[in-house]
């Protein structure tokens, strides 16, 4: 059992892309390890876009793949979640979009401010944190060594645009997010993990889904996560040609995409990896789909990430200690 220490990050006024600002800026962390006598350095973990920072838990002790004995480990709430700045504090509807660049920079002043941090030896996290991980790469080069990018993608597919547009008009109906959770289940696995599933199994999987969706979060607050994925594009802005943004990436990058999934495709990591240039693709093999990164301890999901994320991180530790 791991144990955690809370934390509550405050920035009196936090200026968003859209040029609104956030007053005040709120991130809740945990952290567990010793930052002062870990031996192979500090470890950030992200949440998806439904996710929140307990996730991390399952990832973090002696047989995972980070032993809080030789990893200082971060886990936080990105924004719009968990006790971090949110719709649901009051501004509803009316909260302003936050980005994906914009969970970035926040990330980045909560590490180096109230942190004191000046250097990563991994940031990363399933989906929208792998988006979340990316960008704190390109936008702070050398803070972070390695990026853990599991259902990575440079911009959200047209596919899960289309979604997450879906879901927000049915979260607005009674019990929406109940319901939002039921359309989404369809397509965060495959086709194939659906037909070899009796017709019941399916029903009660999705149901579940469902009902942690409707137990966890408010609709606004989970809207304006999926908000963030649907307009996130790591080449909007000006000069941001795809091969040379990610050509100019500093950090060594894992990419760990699922073999099935829909709505971030393996093919989207695979060009991600041929433009980075140290990085190492390893396929999730897996029918689950876009959830195949999100699976707990016990199934082949977690053990094949698991064992890609040592190995991973014991190569690239031999090379940095070469640099």
């Avoid at 060594?252 to 695979?270: E, I, Q, R, W």
Wanted: contains cysteine; glycine residues 8%; charged residues 20%.
């Amino acid at each position: 059992m791991n144990t955690w220490q809370e934390g509550l990050f405050e920035w009196e006024a936090f200026e968003l892309e859209s040029g609104e600002v956030l007053e005040p800026l709120r991130l809740s962390y945990a952290t567990t390890g010793n930052p002062q006598s870990a031996p192979n350095g500090t470890v950030v973990l992200l949440p998806s876009a439904s996710g929140l920072k307990q996730w991390a838990d399952a990832h973090v002790g002696i047989d995972a793949a980070f032993d809080p004995a030789l990893y200082f480990v971060i886990t936080m709430d990105a924004i719009g979640g968990g006790r971090s700045s949110r719709p649901s504090e009051g501004l509803g509807g009316r909260f302003p979009m936050c980005t994906i660049r914009d969970n970035a920079r926040a990330i980045y002043l909560l590490l180096t401010q109230a942190l004191g941090l000046n250097k990563l030896r991994a940031i990363g996290g399933p989906s929208m944190g792998a988006m979340i991980a990316l960008e704190l790469g390109l936008m702070f080069p050398g803070f972070a060594s390695t990026l853990l990018l599991y259902s990575p993608a440079i911009r959200c597919s047209t596919l899960f645009q289309v979604l997450i547009r879906a879901m927000t008009r049915i979260a607005r109906l009674p019990d929406g997010v109940y319901a939002s959770g039921l359309a989404y289940f369809p397509l965060l696995v495959s086709h194939r993990y659906l037909e070899r599933m009796p017709l019941q199994e399916a029903f009660t999987t999705a149901e579940t889904v469902a009902r942690v969706w409707d137990r966890d979060w408010d609709r606004d607050d989970l809207m304006s996560r999926y908000a963030a994925v649907a307009s996130h594009d790591v080449t909007a802005g000006a000069d941001r040609e795809l091969a040379r943004v990610l050509g100019g990436l500093h950090s060594a990058a894992l990419l760990m995409p699922s073999s099935s999934d829909g709505l971030l495709p393996f093919s989207g990591a695979a060009a991600m990896a041929h433009m980075i240039p140290n990085s190492t693709l390893v396929s999730i093999e897996s029918d689950l789909g876009h959830w195949a990164a999100s699976q707990p301890p016990g199934t082949p999901e977690y053990e094949q990430l698991r064992v890609a994320t040592l190995k991973f991180l014991a190569d690239t530790a031999v090379i940095q200690g070469k640099e």
